[in-house]
């Protein structure tokens, strides 16, 4: 299992994640970051805040940045 740190970026300010997530791949964190921007966005829309440009940066326990998930990109508009 490797550790995964799961940032969130909103425009120039970075919320730094220093726990982390154990998982098994970065398949499994792209999975839980998309679940985890799902119920953020979720909550801003029940909200009614403004829901774009923030996003996840998920890096490895080496701090390398493996990608970037804008939240806009798990709603489904169609």
């Known amino acids: ?3 995964f740190f799961f940032h969130i970026r ?3 300010e970075l919320i730094s994640d220093l726990e982390g997530v154990e998982m098994p791949n970065a398949r499994a964190a792209l999975k839980e970051a998309e679940d ?3 119920e953020i966005l979720s909550e801003k829309v029940r ?4 829901i774009d440009g923030n996003e996840f940066e ?3 326990e ?3 940045r493996l990608f970037t998930l804008p ?8």
Do not use: I, P
């Not at 909200?47 to 403004?50: N, P, Q, R, V």
């Not at 939240?71 to 169609?78: A, C, G, S, T």
């Open 1 to 3: 299992m490797s550790r």
């Open 71 to 78: 939240f806009r990109d798990v709603l489904r508009l169609e």
């Open 10 to 12: 909103n425009h120039d």
């Open 58 to 60: 998920v890096h490895d």
């Open 36 to 38: 985890a921007a799902r």
């Open 62 to 64: 080496l701090g390398t």
């Open 47 to 50: 909200k009614g805040d403004l």
